[in-house]
């Protein structure tokens, strides 16, 4: 396999900057490029031992002094030979020691191949991988422990748990098969449809984490709406923590959607500010009140922001008549004022919304209330992420979702009495969908399109 190279640590000008070699060539090209301080050949140092020494053009050029750690394989990230050059993080040095690597005889990796060569030696699952591309694009608390807990493998022992059992029956049913002589009996039955069935409450269990899973991964589109002065902009800076929405007492400050995302509820909000919804002759707010409503249509959940003081009006039930097919949290608004809601207009706001909230934007009181209720409504209230086994990518779903059916079908089946063969058939459909969840099977363009996605000298 031909020899890789690239820079692993993030552009432009840093304390140190790391060149990442690997293939079977790793230490040839290097000891190419790098002279020991020791004298000893870069072949010959021990795998994981730093040495200090200097870095040159294969002519002889000098570059830089840095560091040489060796990793051979297969007890290295990739499972092949591999070396790590660490110069100082200027941009031109940097880019001036990868191109004497390549000179030397290595290649340009491309994205994401040091981790697709770890996959395929079997170093990680798929899961695994693809978690590694998400810790390191990791922006939130949540994301980060979601990402660590399947680079961990989490996922990937929760998955080897539903699938030994099931492997093992396989092998059972198998042997009924062979050997007709050999009756399974009543109790064998038993045990297969155990197992079966177990699997299933297993899968279905893992499915359901998927839709916190996703919230915390891809974010939940979450729109901030409500009349002007409502406190829509406060709840934003609330939301955030910093003052990014200007708040004034002048109605219809806001005329374009504001965006931040921020970890909340135990999960990702991707936060949109709006304008107040009115009616009013100034063109620009006009477009800005048709920006929220398009916004409104297009949310995955929805803050509407009431005020006691103002009550429910015309804009409130035109606001609420266009929600769309999404969980709507109300947040009642000024609760450090003492104002209160007519009984009339309460009703009327716990009919239109899945929960409701009572805060003050101003002094904090009742955000962990309304945290609350969007961990309930997301499901991030009965998980742990980082210690329990979440799943958040569709090719997950979806492999899933098939080893369900499958598993459903086998356990009807059984129940049904249907011959030893059919169940088989069933199972063994079943273990491929597991399969293909954690990466043992998977297409290969499917392979590809993930580790593209990775950034390079990863």
């Known amino acids: 396999m031909r020899t890789i190279a690239a820079i692993s640590t993030p552009p432009g000008k840093g304390g140190i900057a790391v060149i990442r070699v690997s293939g ?59 070396c790590e050059i660490s110069c100082h993080g200027g941009t031109f040095v940097t880019a001036s020691v990868l191109a004497a690597v390549l000179a ?35 922006d939130t608390e949540e994301r980060m ?68 899973g ?18 829509k902009s406060s709840l934003f800076n609330r939301l955030t923590g910093e003052e990014s929405a200007i708040v004034t007492r002048i109605a219809g400050t806001t005329r374009d959607i504001l965006r931040q995302t921020v970890s909340f509820g135990g999960v990702t909000l991707r936060l949109s ?56 949290i109300a947040v009642l608004n000024k609760a ?27 002094t904090g009181e009742g955000m962990d209330g309304l945290s609350a209720e969007v961990a309930s409504l997301w499901g991030s209230d009965r998980l742990q992420v980082g210690k329990d086994a979440v799943i958040w990518d569709i090719r997950q779903h979806a492999a899933l979702s098939r080893a369900e059916m499958f598993l459903a079908e086998a356990e009807a089946a059984l129940e049904g009495g249907d011959a030893i063969d059919a169940v088989c058939t069933v199972v063994e459909s079943a273990l491929a969908a597991l399969d293909e969840t954690d990466g043992r099977e998977v297409n290969g363009e499917i392979v590809d399109a993930i580790f593209a996605r990775f950034c390079v000298g990863k």
Do not use: W
């Open 24 to 82: 079977d060539d790793a230490l040839a090209v290097t000891g190419r490029v790098f002279s020991c301080a020791n004298h000893m050949a870069v072949a010959d140092l021990p795998a994981r031992v730093a040495a200090f020494g200097t870095i040159h053009t294969p002519a002889g050029e000098v570059l830089d002094t840095g560091i040489c750690t060796p990793f051979h394989g297969p007890a290295s990230f990739t499972g092949e030979d591999v």
């Open 104 to 138: 030397a005889g290595a290649e340009m990796a491309e994205p994401g191949e040091f981790t697709k060569r770890s996959f395929l030696a079997g170093k990680l699952s798929l899961t695994e991988a693809e978690a590694v591309g998400r810790l390191i694009d990791a």
């Open 145 to 212: 422990k979601l990402s660590s807990g399947a680079v961990r493998g989490l996922v990937s022992g929760q998955i080897a748990a539903i699938r030994e059992p099931l492997f093992d029956v396989m092998t059972a049913l198998y042997a009924a098969i062979d050997y007709p002589e050999e009756d399974v009996g009543d109790e064998g039955e038993e045990q297969i449809y155990g197992v079966v069935s177990k699997a299933l409450s297993d899968v279905r269990a893992l499915l359901a984490t998927y839709r916190t």
């Open 214 to 231: 996703r919230a915390v991964a891809d974010g939940v589109k979450t729109v901030i709406c409500g009349r002007p002065n409502a406190g």
């Open 273 to 328: 500010d709006t304008a107040g919804l009115r009616e009013t002759d100034d063109v620009v707010e006009q477009m800005g009140v048709a920006r929220a409503s398009k916004e409104i249509r297009e949310a995955d959940l929805v803050l509407a922001v009431f005020d006691p003081e103002t009550g429910i009006g015309e804009e409130e039930r035109d606001m609420m008549d266009a929600y769309p097919d999404c969980p709507r």
């Open 336 to 362: 450090d004022t003492g104002a209160v809601f007519t009984d009339t207009d309460l009703a009327e706001i716990q009919r239109n919304h899945d929960a409701v909230a009572a805060v003050s934007c101003v």
